[in-house]
Each structure stands twice: as C-alpha cells, then as structure tokens.
C-alpha cells in the first residue's frame, strides 16, 4: 500500500500552465505504475495518464494529449503532471494513482479551475 498526496492545483486561466505533482509514501515507489485521472462536476472519473515504474514508457488520453506530460522522479517518490494550454474543459478535480494489478490507491485531489 501506498499513501499519495497530491498539490499544485488552483485557478489559471485558459491558455497557461500547471504543474501538479503527487508524493507518495513507501520505498517501493518505483515498483509501482502511476496514473493521473480526473474528475468533472456530474461526470465519470477520466483517466489521463499513465507512467511505467522506471519512467520509461508513457501513454495518454486522446483528451490530453499534447499538451500534458506526465513524468516521475523515484528518488523523490514524486509523479508529476505538466498541463499545458488549459481550457476551461480541463476544470476538475485531478488524481494520481498508484497500480501493481490494479489502481489500488488513490490520492485525495486536488482542484484545478481554468477560467476563459
């Protein structure tokens, strides 16, 4: 089990840039995938991103594509999320999660609010 905490949201208006990152407990950081998702007033969590163990290979939603990049420091048990050219779309609560089998667990969220 691992503990993840997220920070780096806020409000950014449409066009600018975030960084989120997510620190996560544990010395077994590495061993772990770890994904970004996001969640919008009335609709279903989305998935963003996600990161091999070692940092080594990405993939992303169509939706972000482009303009986010995710990425990972092991030595500081930290996964980062770099948001570009914001839309107001992009306004949610994000998420980072940790997977072996499974995204077993979940970081509390942090609020993103892009106006236009």
């Known amino acids: 089990q691992v503990r993840l905490v997220e920070s780096g949201g806020g409000l950014v208006q449409a066009g600018g840039s975030l960084r989120l990152s997510c620190a996560a407990s544990?010395?077994?950081?590495?061993?772990?995938?770890m994904g970004w998702f996001r969640q919008a007033p009335g609709k279903e969590r989305e998935f963003l991103a996600r990161i091999s163990g070692s940092g080594g290979s990405t993939y992303y939603a169509d939706s972000v594509k482009g303009r986010f990049t995710i990425s990972r420091d092991n030595a500081k048990n930290t996964v980062y999320l770099q948001m570009n050219s914001l839309k107001p779309e992009d306004t949610a609560v994000y998420y980072c999660?940790?997977?072996?089998?499974?995204?077993?667990?979940w970081g509390q969220g942090t609020q993103v609010t892009v106006s236009s």
């Open positions: 999660a940790a997977r072996q089998s499974y995204y077993s667990d």
């Open positions: 544990g010395r077994t950081f590495s061993s772990y995938v």
